[in-house]
Each structure stands twice: as structure tokens, then as C-alpha cells.
């Protein structure tokens, strides 16, 4: 009886080369700035206490509908849940091992969700950020927006958005909240019926809907910046002059809420427009100034962002940046002569610095010439029952119209070098 075939779960996938290839180059160009920035590197669980999650507002998707929850085997269980983004993570370390502020973190790594898939979503993706936690100085903002601004010039993206919104403090908020609230009410019937369910538990969320239907209610809400306090317009201000400073281009996005609770003052999205669709944001953050009190820790304010690499990936793709990379192999061995030789040279060849790979199973010159043409290496080492015979190997430059060479075995590796500084000629 033959045994099923299991696939992938719904919402996750599988990554094959070249494609994992071009993932993990992504994430060393951002691990590569943000170190240059002065971040240092988080891991973090990919499980945490229930609670350190529901801490993201009770309102929120994410906790309500999206958490993969379990139990352990713990005595009495404990309520655990995968991580569904990592700011949470980052301010329970924080909260738990009290480093000396301001702490400058960047993480990259999956995340889980139980949502709906589709192109550029997954319930397992993956994510690269940073977070700044320590201090509530607006150039910290800038600095925050500013190394993603340069990631993606970095992927040699040109067509990303940057939209900016203040959404104020705790001095400002609570006026603003009160009036959206009395606005949304009086039009609740014009809403879509999920905005009217949203408007029960935080109608500040309402504003991050994407319904067509609400869209004409929305755009004519009260505006967070004819509430904010003077700090927070001040400290919006000096963000906004730092970003100027910097030449960074940015749109003022008065509506702009982000989708998570903890954000407070600024707010920031980045939309890619290469992707012809609404669902064209390629990473975002923002001032979360309580979180850290809230996960036990003392009052610290923190700035951060997350960006999708499945998104940035997509917008990649669309504008035709960011290629994967050539195969690594610039050597391919071709053994018939069937003895340890192959093996030798192989390993001599890559403790040289090399890309080197070779058949198995004693396949034919034939098949073997074949597979290390589809290689891409740029050329062949040849062992035959001749060049075993006489402690030599043919080198072959793989190039059109390139020439071979038999030389001694203890020659190989200047050999090769010859062929490979021709083709970067």
C-alpha cells in the first residue's frame, strides 16, 4: 500500500536554492548595516509566555484570532504561544535582563500567524528589525528610519514610500480617542460590518482598515495632529527637520495607525508601489513608550520596526532588483578514474577559498562534463585513469573557446587560480 505524501502546512512552504540562497544574502546586507549602526544581534525564543503577547492590546487580531497557542508538559501546564512578531520578545529581555540603555537590537527570524495566506503572507514568515529602547530622544526616531531607508536603497529598491504620523501620548491621546470615537459612532452605519465590530473594542483601529466601504468614513475623521500636546507636536517636528537633514524623502500620512496597539507618537510605514496591489507595505514601527512597564520592567521608551522579507522579496521581484545570486561553485571535479583523488582535490581546493562541487556514482565524462556545465563553475578539474597514473589532473576553462592544461596535483590550486583571474578579466 503506498504511503501518503505529506506536504507543507497551509500557510508555510518550503524554500529551495536558489531562492534560500537569496533570503539569507538579504538578511547579511541588513545584519551588515545594522551593525554598522551600532545594533547588536537578539535571539530571542520563538515561544513565549502567553502573556507576553497579550500584552499588544486585547483589541488586536493578532491576540484575539491569530496566536498558535499551547500547553506544555509542565506541571501545571504552562499557556505558551509562537512568537507572532518579536517587539514583544525584545522588551521582555529587556524587562528580564536590564542591560544599560539606550539598547540598540536588531533580530531577524520567523514569526507565526494564523491568517488567511496569500501572495507575500504566510502563517510562518519571516521578519528582520531593530529596536532602540531607552531613550524618548527624536533623533533616535531618525536614526531608526533612516538605517531602513537604507536597507532598501541597499537591495537597489526605488519605488518605497515612506508615510509618517504622530499618535501622540498619553496627555493627547485620551481627548483624540474620545473624539474619533463620537465621529465613528454617528456614522456607524455607512461602516463596513467588521469596522463596526472594531469600533467596540478600539476605534483607533478603524482607521487601519483597508475596506473600500469605509473609506469614505474615514476620510473625514478627526485628525490626531489637531490633538497632540506640544511635546508630542515638538518632538514630531524634530523627527520630521532629522529626516530633512538627512535628504530622506517622506509623506505626511495624517491617518496612518499601524496595526498593532502599543504604538504611541511616531508612527511609520514603508509601501512599496511596485506591488499592484493594497496590501503594499513592506515593513513599518514606531514609539511603543510603555510596553517594557507593561512586560514588568521600569518605565522605558523604545523605537523600533519589523520588515516582511516575503514582502520586500515580491517588490524585488516587480521592480527587478536584488536577483538571486549566481550558483557559488567555481569548480567542478570530473573523476572516471573511480579513486580517493576526486576526494582530495575537492577538499584541497575548498580549503583554498573555492566553490568546489563533483559527481557520484561514476557517471561518464559525458554526463559529468553536463552536470558541471549546468554548475556554472567556470572551470573543470579532470581526473582520468591517465591523470591518476601519472599524479597529474587536466584543468579545463569552461568559457567558449577556453583552452585546458595538465598539470601536477600539488599544481592544481595555482591552475585553477589562472583560470578564474581570466574570467574576471
Not at 38 to 43: A, N
Not at 197 to 202: G, I, P, S, Y
Not at 229 to 248: I, M, N, R
Request: glycine share 10%.
Amino acid at each position: 500500500m503506498a504511503q501518503p505524501l505529506f506536504r507543507a502546512p497551509a500557510g508555510t512552504r518550503d524554500l529551495l536554492p536558489p531562492e534560500s540562497a537569496r533570503r539569507r544574502r538579504l538578511v547579511a546586507v541588513f545584519a551588515d548595516l545594522a551593525e554598522r549602526t551600532g545594533f547588536g544581534l537578539l535571539e530571542s525564543p520563538i515561544f513565549e509566555d502567553l502573556g507576553v503577547f497579550q500584552r499588544l492590546g486585547e483589541s488586536n487580531d493578532v491576540v484575539t484570532k491569530e496566536l498558535f497557542e499551547f500547553f506544555d508538559k509542565g506541571d501545571p501546564p504552562r499557556h505558551l504561544a509562537l512568537r507572532p512578531e518579536l517587539t514583544a520578545s525584545v522588551c521582555r529581555a529587556f524587562a528580564e535582563h536590564r542591560p544599560a540603555p539606550p539598547w540598540k537590537i536588531w533580530y531577524s527570524g520567523p514569526q507565526f500567524r494564523y491568517e488567511r495566506p496569500q501572495a507575500g503572507r504566510y502563517r510562518q514568515f519571516e521578519q528582520v528589525g531593530v529596536e532602540t529602547l531607552g531613550t524618548d530622544d527624536p533623533h533616535a526616531d531618525v536614526e531608526v528610519i533612516g538605517l531602513g531607508l537604507r536597507f532598501y536603497e541597499a537591495l537597489g529598491m526605488k519605488q518605497v514610500r515612506l508615510l509618517l504620523n504622530s499618535l501622540g501620548d498619553s496627555e493627547s491621546r485620551p481627548s483624540y480617542d474620545a473624539a474619533l470615537a463620537a465621529y465613528l459612532q454617528s456614522r456607524r452605519g455607512e461602516l463596513s460590518g467588521q469596522s463596526q465590530l472594531t469600533l467596540e473594542r478600539n476605534p483607533l483601529r478603524v482607521l487601519d482598515s483597508k475596506r473600500e466601504q469605509d473609506q469614505p468614513v474615514i476620510a473625514e475623521a478627526p485628525l490626531m495632529a489637531d490633538f497632540l500636546s506640544g511635546e508630542s507636536a515638538d518632538h514630531f517636528a524634530a523627527v520630521l527637520a532629522g529626516l530633512d537633514s538627512l535628504g530622506a524623502a517622506y509623506e505626511v500620512s495624517p491617518r496612518l495607525v499601524r496595526g498593532l496597539d502599543y504604538y504611541t507618537r511616531t508612527t511609520f510605514e514603508f509601501v512599496a508601489d511596485a506591488l499592484d496591489t493594497a496590501q503594499n507595505a513592506v515593513g513599518g514601527g514606531g514609539r511603543y513608550d510603555g510596553l517594557v512597564e507593561e512586560l514588568g520592567g521600569p518605565p522605558t521608551p523604545g523605537i523600533g520596526f519589523a520588515l516582511g522579507v516575503d514582502r520586500i522579496l515580491l517588490a524585488c521581484d516587480a521592480e527587478g532588483a536584488f536577483a538571486a545570486a549566481a550558483a557559488p561553485v567555481e569548480v567542478f571535479v570530473v573523476d572516471t578514474a573511480g579513486g580517493q583523488t576526486a576526494a582530495v582535490l575537492c577538499d584541497r581546493l575548498r580549503q583554498a577559498g573555492l566553490g568546489v562541487d563533483r559527481a557520484f556514482d561514476g557517471r561518464s565524462m559525458k554526463a559529468q562534463m553536463k552536470r558541471a556545465d549546468r554548475s556554472g563553475a567556470a572551470a573543470a578539474v579532470i581526473i582520468g585513469p591517465d591523470e591518476q597514473a601519472e599524479g597529474a589532473v587536466t584543468v579545463r576553462d569552461m568559457r567558449p573557446g577556453g583552452g585546458q592544461r595538465r598539470v601536477a596535483e600539488t599544481e592544481v590550486v595555482a591552475a585553477v587560480a589562472e583560470v578564474l583571474e581570466g574570467e574576471a578579466q
